[in-house]
Nanobody, 123 residues
């Protein structure tokens, strides 16, 4: 059974930082592209970043580029999202996801999802 468990969310002031973690089990982690998505109240779930299997190449949504960094540790079966210079508009539930297909920003092409972790940025 595949499980993705996010942690590290919380309340932070604008300009602050948080580091999200996602622990994976039940899948060949190193063979999956891992992504982070987020969903704000009343909005659709949107792509944030992914890191590919193999070389660990990364790709970011324009809204988070230069502020967020995604990384992975295949030995620990974990993926991380370092979030700096946080803004109130970053407030959302953040989800970790895995896809065995090619790297993509499309949420429908991710096979597995975590339950999410809340990030709230106060102004």
């Amino acid at each position: 059974q595949v499980q993705l468990v996010e942690s590290g969310g919380g309340l932070v002031q604008a300009g602050g930082s948080l580091r999200l973690s996602c622990a994976a089990s039940g899948l060949a982690f190193s063979a999956y592209t891992m992504g982070w998505f987020r969903q704000a109240p009343g909005k659709e779930r949107e792509f944030v970043a992914f890191t590919t299997w193999g070389l660990g190449n990364t790709y970011y949504a324009d809204s988070v580029k230069a502020r967020f960094t995604i990384s992975r540790d295949n030995a620990k079966r974990a993926v991380y999202l370092q979030m700096n210079s946080l803004k109130p508009e970053d407030t959302a539930v953040y989800y970790c996801a895995a896809t065995g297909g090619k790297a993509t920003v499309k949420r429908d092409e991710y096979n597995y999802w975590g339950q999410g972790t809340q990030v709230t940025v106060s102004s």
